[in-house]
């Protein structure tokens, strides 16, 4: 009996301990969660060395590159008033290769309000008194389409929260305006956006090679699932009520392309044969086995080896070091001898490492596409790095509290991720949207024409 306990107990110790190491290296933490320094304690530390901080010797250095000619308000000509040889007066000749110094200032901003008056006038026949109605003359809203875009533009991309939306337009643009206009505004702006944003969403479910990932969002103190599929040319979210294979089935609508995700179940729904593991989920998983104390530890170095070989290759194909020959001729024995590691690992019946091998050997299929073709990568990290600013987002905040500010949290965070691999300026964007909005007008189109 007691013989028992102590044999439960060791069990219960490994596994608080296994628990208690886990970080963003060798589990599915994110790097946030490592606390400050953590990263000093990863591994060996490095080296010395005796070169100073900053830039070094040769170093080519980045400088503000000055603006045209055209782009410049104002000029000031600077002329040497003596002669530095024998002093005498000097006339102010231009030099066509005179020195250029430019100062970039922001002049005080002052906002722009129009007053629409609605006169009342009399009928010198009958003496009715008739008020003008303004329709189709005054705006719906008593803010222009470029401010309701800079409120949009704080709250939904930059994530300022509400009350300092408000501040910052006092602060910056001398502008008042209410918590609750700000919450009106967001409205208007997420109607405005919404043609661009399913249009994206159409582009996304055509693409070739799509990344997904997913992370907690917080709906009225709820718990939520936050996706995104990321394109080369496109970026969209969307917040669902959670993350099982039917919620998150309709989201990839006809399940065309190549998906590039990791090991989740819910991803079920999808060909094994068209998709793509990210090995940077794995190669933590191995991280995780070469840190244990039991069997486990040398099947993780052994995997940890073979996974970085299959990087160096990656990276040598990508940087032009090898042709696409070599590059497959080299990843077949790594792929052969990493599986087999995995079957090995998988005999060895080894708790908590030979159920995850299996799990791998599940996906075998999907473990190297990316060798034959060279538009989908071996990792996941595109969406990883699209989801980031939305997590960043909400460890600043409480979320959203409302169906509609899910709907405008997805739409602002898709167009200004788009924009940006775009080359459109979100702010001139978002403007144009709600300018069209106001006037009944064409809307801009986020993405180019197809041919």
Not at 8 to 13: G, I, P, S
Not at 66 to 75: E, I
Not at 229 to 250: E, H, L, N, R
């Amino acid at each position: 009996m007691l013989k028992d306990m102590v044999v439960e107990l060791k069990a219960v110790v490994a596994a608080l301990t296994e628990k208690l190491g886990q970080n963003s290296r060798n589990s599915h933490k994110p790097p946030s969660s490592d606390g400050p320094g953590a990263a000093k304690n990863f591994g060996k530390p490095k080296p010395g060395s005796d070169r100073k901080r900053g830039g070094q010797k040769g170093h080519r250095g980045r400088h503000r590159e000055l603006l045209p000619a055209d782009q410049v308000d104002a000029v000031v000509d600077v002329f040497p008033s003596h002669c530095e040889g024998c002093a005498k007066p000097l006339p102010k000749v231009p030099d066509i290769c005179a020195s250029r110094t430019q100062v970039t200032e922001v002049p005080p901003i002052k906002p722009h309000t129009t007053e629409y008056r609605q006169h009342a006038v009399t009928c010198t026949c009958c003496g009715h008194a008739t008020r003008a109605t303004g329709s189709g003359i005054i705006p719906l809203s008593p803010f222009g389409p470029r401010l309701m875009a800079l409120v949009a533009l704080l709250s939904g991309v930059y994530h300022l929260s509400r009350r300092r939306t408000v501040q910052a337009l006092s602060d910056i643009l001398g502008v008042r305006i209410s918590l609750g206009a700000v919450s009106a505004v967001e409205a208007r702006v997420s109607d405005a956006v919404k043609v661009a944003v399913d249009g994206a969403w159409q582009v996304a479910h055509q693409a070739a090679v799509k990344h997904t990932d997913a992370t907690v969002w917080l709906s009225c103190g709820v718990t939520r699932s936050l996706w995104t599929i990321a394109t080369s040319t496109v970026t969209v979210f969307k917040i669902v009520s959670d993350g099982s294979s039917k919620i998150v089935a309709p989201l990839f609508d006809s399940l065309k392309g190549i998906l590039v995700s990791d090991r989740a179940t819910v991803f079920s729904f999808w060909a094994m044969h068209r998709r793509q593991i990210c090995w940077a989920h794995l190669l933590r998983k191995f991280v995780a086995f070469s840190e244990r104390g039991d069997a486990g530890k040398q099947f993780g170095i052994d995997l940890l080896s073979y996974t970085g070989l299959l990087f160096e290759y990656w990276h040598a194909y990508k940087d032009g070091k090898i042709d696409k020959p070599t590059f497959v001729a080299w990843m077949k024995p790594v792929q052969t001898q990493l599986e087999t590691c995995l079957r090995r690992a998988v005999a060895a019946k080894i708790k908590h490492v030979s159920g995850s091998c299996d799990d791998i050997l599940k996906h075998q299929e999907a473990l190297w596409l990316f060798v034959q073709r060279d538009d989908v990568e071996p990792t996941n990290n595109h969406a990883e790095r699209e989801l980031r600013q939305f997590v960043m987002w909400r460890k600043r905040s409480f979320g959203t509290q409302s169906e509609r500010g899910n709907i405008f949290a997805e739409r602002l965070m898709t167009v200004s991720h788009t924009a940006r691999k775009q080359n459109v300026n979100v702010l001139a964007f978002l403007t144009e949207c709600c300018r069209a909005q106001t006037s009944g007008t064409a809307l801009p189109r986020l993405l180019p024409t197809p041919p």
